[in-house]
């Protein structure tokens, strides 16, 4: 598929089959995604892949709002920084997410970022448990000095997305001659 095919075809993904994830399209798309750009070559993102399917949908709990596609997900991956490499660890595991995003829409995957950071698993109730933490008490696996920046969720879509609305014109767009 051509690059920008690829970007026109990726959407956040909120429905699956639940159908599992083959592991070589999962590693194919990680191995291009570790290529991304980092701030001063600092590498500072990790990801965990994961294709326990009882374990990738109980990542759904992770929030109450926004994180229940993952009950229904073939796979996730959770996009890790280590804070320590580098003070723009976050920018950094942002552009890893999205160029695995677009990786895995070239192995004809569907997927959907979902937020963790500081957002809490119930919105409403600031004393209730940090999303991170909720992540990192389900994967005892994650490094204590790495964050969790967000859960990449994958699958195969159980609908067609509508495409993107086409190029909205000079608002979007600032070209300075």
Known sequence: MEFKDVVKKRRSTRRYTGQPVEKEKL?????????APSSKNTRSTR??????????????????WGSS?????GAAVIVLGDEKESPMWQANA???GVMLQL???DEGLATCWVHVGDYLTLKDEP??????DFVKALFPEIPSDYR????????????TPKPLPDYE????ILLVE
């Open 169 to 172: 014109g000079p608002e979007r």
């Open 127 to 132: 004393e209730s448990q940090r999303s991170e």
């Open 148 to 159: 969790v920046w967000c859960v990449i969720s994958i699958g195969y879509a159980d609908y």
């Open 94 to 96: 942002s552009i890893m």
């Open 69 to 73: 596609l993952l009950e229904e997900a």
């Open 27 to 35: 590693l194919r798309a990680m191995e291009l995604a570790i290529k």
């Open 47 to 64: 990801l965990m892949a994961v294709t326990d399917l009882k374990r990738v949908h109980e990542l759904g709990r992770l929030r109450d």
């Open 103 to 105: 990786a895995l829409v």
